[in-house]
């Protein structure tokens, strides 16, 4: 098995990392798939509702880094992050040695809709959610754009998306 570059996933929550990431790890024969946010949620042994509840958000960054730190490391893995991995600018730069990052984009609106009718958002317990999401992307987009790709989510099929990822990826092996 050849060492390849990591596909790391990045965006906002509701633009579809995780189940990209998924689908990417069945199409892609010599990756294994990593959802850091998952990851986190075994290290801390709760959800990460509870976490952000009893801990608090920078508990669940420090966490976060850590296990950015431990998967940078690797290689042939599909890595869907959490939507705020790039407010601390080093989880970029440790992924950026070893990865090729995408950043799943989609409108405000299109975000919104997937994700109202989740409750294990804890950034959106918030009296208007959709405002948040708007603050959020405005905070983290410029971070975002630091990624090597950036793939548009709306209006697009799973599958679509899954193909344009791995022919950029293939692009520039």
């Known amino acids: 098995m050849d060492n390849k570059k990591n596909i790391v996933l990045i965006g ?3 633009a579809g990392k995780s189940t990209i990431g998924y689908l990417l790890d069945e199409k892609l024969q010599d990756f294994s798939y990593v959802d850091i946010d998952k990851e986190i949620e075994k290290l801390a042994q709760k959800h990460i509702p509870e976490i952000f509840e009893q801990d608090g958000e920078p508990h669940f960054r420090k966490l976060e880094h850590e296990l950015i730190q431990k998967f940078s490391n690797y290689h042939n893995q ?3 992050t959490g939507g705020g991995i790039v407010e601390n600018i080093e989880n970029l ?6 990865s090729v990052i995408f950043y799943l984009s ?3 609106d ?3 809709e997937r994700v109202r009718k989740t409750t294990n958002r804890p950034l ?3 009296p208007n959610p959709k405002e948040r999401i708007k603050e959020l992307v405005k905070k983290r987009e410029p971070f975002y754009k630091k990624a ?4 548009n989510t709306d209006n697009k099929e799973l599958i679509e998306i899954v193909q344009e990822i791995i ?3 293939e692009s520039i092996q």
């Open 167 to 169: 022919e950029k990826y």
């Open 148 to 151: 090597d790709f950036e793939i």
């Open 106 to 108: 989609a409108k405000i």
């Open 12 to 14: 906002m929550m509701g």
């Open 93 to 98: 730069n440790l992924l950026k040695k070893n």
């Open 124 to 126: 959106l317990k918030h």
């Open 78 to 80: 599909v890595i869907a």
């Open 110 to 112: 299109t975000l919104y």
